[in-house]
């Protein structure tokens, strides 16, 4: 099988790509910002997937990521979480493709137009648009997360 790099930004679906592609037997490293300087070089990999996520959604999960377990802790309201979020920081996901993903792989994928069917080939590289994709080996969920969704309780789950 395969050597694949999903090289993404956080909370964009990586742990349940993660979970599918290692399922078909694929060998399957992980790269953020933080790490990818100490995995293999990028040309070593077979292909390389990223993932795109609608920026609004992206940030309310990152900020639960950081956050939710102190604020299920604390006795908050609303308006307080609101106020939290959008203090924090709403750019990471707008500027990640030309700030971290050009930097390491020298591919700047806004030149290109992105397909109807949320999948952009690149050569090696594959960006997927996450709101597009069936998310069989979804891994952030109650059982997970405290302040996760059982995807039981949504419609048709």
């Given at each position: 099988m395969s050597k694949i790099l999903v090289f993404t930004m956080h909370k964009v679906g990586s742990s349940s790509m993660l979970r599918g592609l290692k399922a078909e037997g694929h060998e399957v490293d992980?790269?953020?910002e933080e790490n990818i300087s100490s995995l293999p070089p990028i040309l070593s990999y077979d292909a390389?997937?990223?993932?795109?996520?609608?920026?609004i959604?992206?940030?309310i999960s990152?900020?639960?990521?950081?956050n939710g377990n102190r604020l299920l802790k604390e006795s908050?309201?609303?308006e307080h979480i609101k106020e939290e979020f959008l203090a924090s920081d709403q750019y990471y996901s707008l500027d990640?493709?030309?700030?971290v993903f050009f930097t390491a792989t020298g591919v700047d994928v806004?030149?290109?137009d992105f397909p109807p069917n949320g999948i952009l080939f690149l050569g090696k590289i594959c960006v997927l648009r996450t709101d597009q994709m069936k998310h069989e080996h979804r891994a952030d969920t109650k059982e997970t997360r405290p302040y996760g969704i059982s995807i039981k309780s949504l419609p048709n789950g």
């Open positions: 992980r790269g953020y390389i997937y990223t993932l795109v996520r609608e920026p959604s992206r940030n990152w900020f639960f990521e950081m908050t309201t609303l990640w493709f030309g700030r806004y030149k290109y």
